[in-house]
């Protein structure tokens, strides 16, 4: 798999997952001399030519090709929780379908300490490298994993003490007013779609995020986004 962007790169570098590394020429050699400490092959070609092969001018002057990312498990994200005695978080995702969104919640989670993302197999993005470079690196650290049935995932974390509330615009409990500092799960829908009916009521709760524009929504890896925060904020600090 092709990786592009200097914060996936290295940190697919120092995971050890990199096999050979494109630099565009002209970079700067500070750069060039970071990528060399890894014992990784450089070839250097055209900025255009890694315009060509990424697909995007976004690449920020280096493409690596790694190891393809691989999917974790629900135990995998359980057992994180546990090793490092913390009540769990995790992130179910309902219908994301869009790279940069799922990128962009697994960094958020990575970041504001969740111990992982779960989506449903036929209903979420793959794990490419547009969420890759979206998630600046959190793939690298943060275990992401697939579940064949959502709802039935739900039950099995209700029935282990899980409390999961699902984000909903129209929903009359405002999340910065909720109890987030146990075991949670966190459940954010499509853009547009939102939850589907049986994943709300599969729910203990919906909760909503105050809004005072004219625009009543926010894109999903906001909202996630801002929900995570409210849990490290009721968990305190680290």
Same mark, same amino acid.
């Given at each position: ?12 570098? @120092? ?20 990528? @060399? ?39 995998? #994200? ?13 992130? +179910? +995702? ?38 890759? @470079? ?7 650290? +943060? ?10 995932? #739900?039950?099995?974390? @209700? ?80």
């Amino acid at each position: 798999m092709l990786l592009y962007g200097r914060n996936p790169v290295l940190e697919a570098l @120092k995971d050890g997952r990199v096999t050979e590394l494109l630099v565009a020429r002209g970079v700067e050699e500070a750069f060039v001399q970071e990528l @060399k400490t890894f014992d990784v092959r450089l070839k250097f070609s055209p900025r255009i030519e890694l315009d060509q092969i990424a697909g995007t001018t976004g690449h920020q002057g280096v493409i690596a090709e790694v190891e393809d990312l691989a999917w974790a498990s629900v135990d995998d #994200i359980l057992d994180r929780a546990e090793a490092r005695g913390e009540d769990l978080l995790v992130v +179910l +995702l309902d219908g994301v379908t869009d790279p940069r969104n799922f990128g962009a919640i697994i960094r958020s989670a990575e970041v504001l300490g969740a111990h992982g993302v779960v989506v449903e197999e036929r209903r979420s993005a793959p794990l490419s490298p547009v969420v890759a @470079k979206t998630a600046a690196g959190a793939t690298s650290y +943060l275990p992401v994993a697939q579940t064949k049935n959502l709802p039935r995932l #739900i039950d099995q974390l @209700k029935e282990a003490g899980v409390w999961v509330y699902g984000a909903a615009g129209e929903a009359a409990q405002d999340v910065g007013r909720t109890d987030l500092s146990g075991k949670v799960a966190l459940v954010i829908g499509a853009e547009g779609e939102g939850l589907r009916r049986l994943v709300r009521e599969k729910c203990d709760g919906l909760v909503r995020i105050p809004t005072r524009g004219q625009v009543q929504s926010l894109n999903a890896s906001v909202a996630a986004g801002i929900l995570l925060y409210e849990a490290a904020r009721a968990r305190g600090p680290r």
